[in-house]
């Protein structure tokens, strides 16, 4: 029960800071995706049921804190938390490098899926420069961040066999 109120409380924090201090995470005007970092981090360690309640929350308050229609960021984070849950099984996750590479792979996916559903409701705007201006950056930035907030979440729910060998 302790593990499942930590796990709520960690993504409404991270969901929080998303979205109401984004200038805080900035660099050269990109900003991390955390909520999917979280989908990740949940789909590689605990598979993908929990994965997909991660985008669930995760994505609904995205959605009801930021200016968009009530499904999208629900949409993109459920559907990348099956996925990346699904292979994760199929992985070896343990190495740092394949866990930045499933995150940078997930923000790509998760980008240009919120894009294409935008893109469907209002055209005007287009979908390839958003695309290669701010998704393929904001993947690479979230994958960068990558080994700090999972060692972060390792040491929040004790999880300390995946960092077995290290430094």
């Known amino acids: 029960m302790a593990k499942n109120i930590t796990w709520f409380i960690v993504i409404a924090l991270t969901s929080l800071v998303q979205t109401t201090w984004p200038d805080f995470l900035k660099f050269q ?23 997909l309640y991660t985008g669930l929350i995760g994505g609904i308050y995205q959605d009801v804190a930021g200016n968009t229609v009530l499904g999208h960021h629900v949409l993109c984070l459920v559907l990348v938390g099956f996925f990346v849950g699904r292979m994760s099984t199929r992985l070896i ?15 790509l996916v998760h980008g240009v899926l919120y894009t294409l559903v935008a893109y469907v ?12 201006a701010s998704v393929i950056p904001a993947a690479f930035y979230t994958a960068l ?20 060998g290290a430094l």
């Open 29 to 51: 005007e990109v900003v991390p995706d955390l909520p999917l970092l979280l989908v990740v981090y949940f789909g590689i360690a605990d598979g993908e049921e929990r994965a």
């Open 93 to 107: 996750t343990e190495h740092p490098a394949v866990k930045a590479g499933l995150v940078f792979f997930a923000g």
């Open 121 to 132: 409701q209002n055209p005007a705007h287009g979908a390839v420069y958003p695309i290669i």
């Open 145 to 164: 961040i990558t080994p700090l907030m999972f060692f972060v979440l390792d040491w929040l729910f004790q999880r300390r066999a995946s960092h077995a």
